[in-house]
């Protein structure tokens, strides 16, 4: 059985003074009966996990470079990442592609990096309102799929976030019938590539306004294996009501 996932994704948002926001989430959830995960701003990886000590949520960084090291001012590493605590990265985030350019290889490239560092990778993927507008959303994931994951996936290194471009931080929500189109095809085309068994073992997360009030819903469609949020994960009492929604629809 695949193991319901709540990411929080904090993108460019966040310092040392909302990590009370993590201390008042580990309060109401101590032990919570799906996996947790935060992917604070990279200045703010080793001190978040600091925060969380022993308990049961997982850090993860929200990019990596390819390279292992060397002349890339400003980039991180996967292993640079891992030493911050870190057991995630998020990989080919839609902000990633069009604020820097990031295509399917390089994405590709980067989440080899990430295994190669120990770190399952959340590779994002997601159709724009014009790709999706012209019907072109599943060919468009095809691609983004075969060329953003490397080969020698599994359940443990891989998870995949669809993140409709147009409904991230637009508070527009893809339907319930549009997700569970998209969730289930992503899990044939896993299916189909790396086998059944591996195909079937990997999680797949929405993302895109997901927020306390529709979480419930979301959660129910078919393949729907948990949630990469973004503004509704930066305050403790609304991602906690998240976690809560995905505890309740197992
Ligand atoms: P919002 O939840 O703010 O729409 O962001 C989604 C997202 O991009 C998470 O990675």
Known sequence: MRRKLAAGNWKMNGGGAELTEVEALLATHTNPKVDVLLC????????????????????GGQDCHQNENGAHTGDISAAMVADAGARFVLT??????????????????????????????????????????????LDILIGQLAGSIPDNATGENLVVAYEPVWAIGTGKVASLDQIGEVHDFIRMRLERRFGEGVGRSVRILYGGSVKPDNASDIFDVSNVDGALVGGASLKAADFGAIISALEASI
Do not use: F
């Not at 604070?40 to 850090?59: E, F, K, Y």
């Not at 839609?94 to 990096?113: M, V, Y």
């Open 40 to 59: 604070p701003p990279a200045t703010l990886l080793h001190r978040m996990g600091q925060t969380i000590g022993n308990s049961a949520i997982a850090t």
């Open 92 to 137: 080919g985030h839609s902000e990633r592609r069009t604020d820097h350019g990031e295509s399917d290889a390089c994405i590709r490239d980067k989440t080899r990096a990430a295994w190669d560092a120990g770190l399952t990778a959340v590779v994002c993927i997601g159709e724009t309102l014009a790709q999706r507008e012209a019907q072109n959303t």
